[in-house]
């Protein structure tokens, strides 16, 4: 058969599959701060279904995430309640103003928040010689500030060059030119967060009106960076620079991380926080709503007390709407979305994300957000028209269930509409064995850079002579090589010529 007539045939049959229903989608937007989360999730449903799935979602910001699920004009402000994903996410909950336009403009109470994970917003710096973790730099919410708004514009001012960075003071003096500060560009709720820790803290030296998500009035100094991935761009391309990030993303990015001081005065990095707990730790001290569909507008975790406690911890949230079968009228995607959502709550899809520096909320708001699940109008009987012989869901029930991987189900597990955990493919496979040797390979060369910085610390000079010097020796062993070789040929001819002459001319 020719490769026409074989991709002729893949099209015909993915347009039968498509024409059956079977290709069934959940589309979502909002924080980029858990999308490593939320698209791991994902990818084990694709890859764990029988039939075909396509889930989605799109790293955009908390307030574009916002905006998409309230249909609200980012110019004006304006809410439409035109719902353009199946699901929102931020960090942030909807503000009451937007809670109660939306909710105006379609029924009461239609926001369900359900929020699913805690992580954190630190700070990052690319310091030469300064090390990450409880032996590198320490920096209060007053000097943050002056550093934000441009008054401390070098690492060796005398504010900073305190008792608490005694290690790091030759490091800081090595530094060269002014302190490169990178800050977000659009709206997100890691600008929010830092914003109010840096108000919190030392509102003398940043004020009320400048705590905001997408904050106008940088200071001149500053340079901006687009999204997460453009700030780590921005701290790791700049020598002496500072910025801030959701932690996991810093964290996998292994970028080193601010010491910063939490409400108990303790110097720690978000990393050691969340090791001993202190990120969940936030949301115990918390007194969130009872109930999934109320105004979770004044819910924050910031400068919670406790010893390691973080300051600046935030909660993730999926936004609904209770009328979902009004913008996702398809009864499939509306069951598979159903059972995405309860996989948050899944320590076996869940899981995986606290390796990423997530933590799950405590057990109270788990509850809370499963019976927010519930409120949801999914209308799980046939769609209209529907023959009933092609009826996915029977008593009202979803259709698409779970088996994990530790159980096998045999005939069930096979089923149209069972994600199952025994189903793996070579890519996700493969995947897995390459970021082993990754890890490795970056240990190895970590390991060298260490042995490296031990004898010859930071002097440029001296790592620069060693590889020129590596560099003659190169040279030199290279010419060794190539005189030994012609020496070689040489001594050969020489031999060839005697045997020629002693044996093969006497005769």
């Known amino acids: 058969m020719k490769i026409t007539s074989i991709a002729a045939v893949l099209i015909a049959s993915l347009s039968s599959v498509k024409a059956d229903g079977e290709v069934v989608t959940v589309h979502g937007s909002g924080t980029t701060n858990p999308s490593k989360c939320i698209w791991h999730i994902m990818s084990l449903f694709e890859e764990r279904s029988q039939i075909m799935t396509r889930l989605t979602y799109r790293a955009v910001g908390s307030s574009t995430g916002q905006a998409e699920f309230l249909g609200k004009d980012k110019e004006t402000g304006n ?161 002496g620079s500072i910025g801030y990030m959701d932690s996991g993303h810093g964290w996998s990015e292994e970028l080193a991380e601010v010491n910063v001081r939490n409400k108990r005065g303790n110097y720690i990095t978000s990393k050691d926080s969340h090791a001993r707990g202190g990120i969940a730790a936030a949301a115990s001290a918390a007194a969130p709503p009872s109930s999934a569909d109320d105004d979770w507008s004044e819910v924050e975790f910031l400068l919670k007390d406790g010893e390691d406690t973080w300051p600046i911890t935030v909660m993730s949230y999926v936004y609904l709407r209770k009328d979902l079968k009004l913008t996702v009228s398809d009864v499939m995607e509306r069951g598979l979305l159903n059972l995405f959502l309860e996989s948050l709550y899944d320590e076996n899809y869940f899981g995986n994300c606290e390796k990423l520096g997530f933590s799950a909320p ?74 082993g040797a990754e890890k490795q390979l970056k240990a190895t060369v970590d390991n060298l850079n260490n042995v490296i910085s031990t004898v010859f610390g930071n002097d440029e000079e001296e790592l620069v002579y060693v590889f020129e010097s590596m560099d003659k020796v190169e040279r ?13 040929t040489l001594w050969a001819c020489v031999i060839v010529g005697f045997i020629i002459k002693r044996f093969i001319f006497r005769k």
């Open 79 to 239: 809410i439409s309640a035109i719902t353009y994903n199946d699901f929102g996410a931020g960090d942030i909950p909807i503000k009451k103003s937007d809670w109660e336009a939306f909710n105006a403009a379609t029924t009461q109470n239609n926001i369900v928040h359900l929020p699913f994970a805690m992580s954190s917003v630190s700070f990052f710096h690319n310091i030469p010689g300064v090390p990450d973790g409880e032996d590198g730099i320490k920096l209060d919410g007053c000097q943050l500030a002056r550093i934000f708004d441009g008054r401390i514009r070098r690492w060796d001012d005398s504010e900073i060059m305190e008792n608490q960075n005694e290690k790091v003071k030759a490091a800081l003096r090595q530094v060269k030119g002014e302190i490169f500060v990178g800050r977000r560009v659009e709206g997100s709720s890691s600008t929010k967060g830092i914003t109010q820790y840096l108000h919190a803290t030392c509102p003398g030296e940043w004020p009320e009106d400048r705590v905001q998500s997408k904050l106008t009035d940088w200071h001149v100094s500053t340079n901006p960076c687009q999204g997460s991935g453009g700030m780590t761009n921005c701290i790791r391309e700049n020598p």
């Open 362 to 435: 405590p057990a109270s708001v788990i509850a809370t957000a499963k019976a927010g699940i519930e409120m949801i109008d999914w209308d799980f009987g046939c769609t209209h028209g529907q023959p009933e012989a092609e009826c996915l869901q029977l008593g009202g029930m979803n259709m698409w269930t779970k088996e994990t991987a530790d159980t096998t189900e045999a005939i069930r597990g096979m089923g149209k509409f069972v994600i199952s955990g025994k189903r793996r493919s070579l890519a996700g496979v493969s995947i897995e064995d390459i970021a």
């Open 476 to 488: 030199d062993v290279d010419a060794a090589l190539v005189l030994g070789a012609l020496s070689f």
